[in-house]
């Protein structure tokens, strides 16, 4: 068996799944809708039906503020974040490095608003016996909006 799925806080998937933010539960749950699911997707929705049924997910799945963001913030604290051009000559990569910036005080409110925004996936990756789990991933150039300070070096 196998579930794959991106989600985002901007709109559904095309299975009925988006992320919502309840600040005043100060949760990041994890919402299921299956009048958003896409037609071609009827045959698993049969399954789900026959197995959990079609309503909200119960439990809900969810990460508390306070735990997101301690982990988030020891993980992104503070980075560089470079930019660079890639040349290829032969079997040699060479770089030119366009931007550099300096990342500092991560910001729990910019990871949230990214979430909500669909700038911060969240990747689903459950298999039977190879079972990747589920990791934030974030869209290209968006990393400077988790920072409450960001320095231009070059």
Same mark, same amino acid.
């Given at each position: 068996?196998?579930?794959?799925?991106? *989600?985002?806080?901007?709109?559904?998937?095309?299975?009925?799944?988006?992320?919502? *933010?309840?600040?005043?539960?100060?949760?990041?749950?994890?919402?299921?809708?299956?009048?958003?699911?896409?037609?071609?997707?009827?045959?698993?929705?049969?399954?789900?039906?026959?197995? $959990?049924?079609?309503?909200?997910?119960?439990?809900?799945?969810?990460?508390?503020?306070?735990?997101?963001?301690?982990?988030?913030?020891?993980?992104?604290?503070?980075?560089?974040?470079?930019?660079?051009?890639?040349?290829?000559?032969?079997?040699?990569? !060479? !770089?030119? !490095?366009?931007?550099?910036?300096?990342?500092?005080?991560?910001?729990?409110?910019?990871?949230?608003?990214?979430?909500?925004?669909?700038?911060?996936?969240?990747?689903?990756?459950?298999?039977?016996?190879?079972?990747?789990? $589920?990791?934030?991933?974030?869209?290209?150039?968006?990393?400077?909006?988790? !920072?409450?300070?960001?320095?231009?070096? *070059?």
């Amino acid at each position: 068996m196998s579930f794959r799925q991106t *989600i985002h806080g901007q709109s559904r998937s095309d299975r009925g799944f988006k992320v919502v *933010i309840d600040r005043k539960e100060r949760k990041v749950l994890i919402s299921f809708d299956a009048k958003n699911a896409s037609s071609k997707h009827k045959e698993w929705l049969k399954s789900v039906k026959k197995h $959990t049924g079609l309503g909200e997910l119960n439990p809900q799945p969810y990460w508390g503020f306070d735990d997101l963001k301690h982990k988030a913030g020891t993980k992104l604290l503070n980075t560089f974040y470079v930019q660079a051009e890639v040349k290829k000559k032969g079997k040699k990569e !060479y !770089y030119k !490095y366009t931007k550099v910036m300096m990342l500092q005080k991560f910001s729990f409110e910019g990871f949230l608003k990214a979430l909500e925004e669909g700038k911060v996936l969240v990747d689903f990756d459950a298999r039977t016996r190879h079972n990747h789990g $589920t990791k934030f991933r974030l869209r290209q150039d968006c990393l400077p909006m988790l !920072y409450r300070k960001v320095t231009v070096i *070059i």
